[in-house]
Each structure stands twice: as C-alpha cells, then as structure tokens.
C-alpha cells in the first residue's frame, strides 16, 4: 500500500507532464506588443508543460522528435547569421555534444528574417533556427532533435511549425 502511495503522484505527473494539442494549434511567445511571434503546432504534438513558459520556452514532443521554441530579446539589431555564434554557445550548454552546422537563409516573409542548420550530436540528430523581427529587436530560436536512426520524413511536421512562424504586429496604445 506504501509503494502504491509512494508511486502514484510519480506516475500522476508523469502522464500529465504531455498535453497532447489539436491540429492547428496557434501559439504565442514573447511578452507581447509588437515583442512576440505567432506558430502553430500540426497535428501530433505534445506540450510538456513543466518546461513551457509561453512568455519565454515552449517544449513539444511528437514521438522521438523534441522541439523547443524559445523567445530571445536582442541588445542588438543583427540578422540571424549574426547571431550564430551565440546560438551555437546555447546549445553546448543545453544539449552538449552537439554541433551546430553553418548557417543557411531562409527565405520567409518580410515580417521576419530566417537562418537554419543542422544538428548533430552522438545519438540525435536535427536542426536549429533563428527567426528576427523586421525590427530585429527579438529573435525566435527553434531546436529540432531526434534519435539518430529517424529518417528525415519524421521532422517534416517540424519543419511546418519551423515554416508557420509569423511576427506579431505592434499594437497601438490610444
């Protein structure tokens, strides 16, 4: 009776540490008011709320592929091959082992400018991005991971969310 008692919040919040969402789910980063980004989710996705903060990271799961979308204010107004370097530091902390490949543009709207590149580490493998405003003022960091042996088909759905990444307008205060 003790270990069913022991065991069952690790259970409980183990199972409900994954939100499954609907298909088309439409999500927002950033505090807001010009300072945030709009995607939305396809179907298949998972949130995992323990390591969600909608004004800052989100974290999704879709089987064996892991996605965090992260809000970035920037002190200054560089383009996304410029942020580069930071972002490949970000990653040795947060996921070591693994290497950031150069960048490539991403020709998207002109709301937003785009950067991407692969992933690579000793069992996963992915991509990252970064997103910044036509005001260059904040930046969206994606990073995609998943076992090494997942054929690339398998992060298509990723790359839909990648593609969906639209600046939110500024509002004007009357």
Known sequence: MALLTAGWPLLSMSVS?????LAHTKLTIGPG????ARFTVGPGWSLV???????????????HVGMTVSYVALNSRARPVQLWPG????????????????PAVI????DRLGA????SGNREHGFGT???????????????????QMPHV????AYLVVHSVMMTPRTIRQ
Do not use: C, W
């Open 116 to 119: 991407i590149g692969s992933l």
């Open 154 to 157: 398998s992060m298509l759905s």
């Open 33 to 36: 008011n010009g300072n945030a």
């Open 87 to 102: 972002f490949r530091n970000v990653l040795r902390l947060t996921y070591p082992g693994t290497k950031l490949g150069q």
């Open 49 to 63: 709320p323990s390591k969600t903060d909608p004004r800052l990271d989100y974290s999704f799961r879709r089987g």
């Open 130 to 148: 970064i997103f910044t405003s036509k005001s260059r003022n904040f930046a969206v960091e994606m990073i995609v991971l998943a076992p090494g």
């Open 107 to 110: 020709p998207m709207a002109p």
């Open 17 to 21: 540490n994954h939100q499954v969402l």
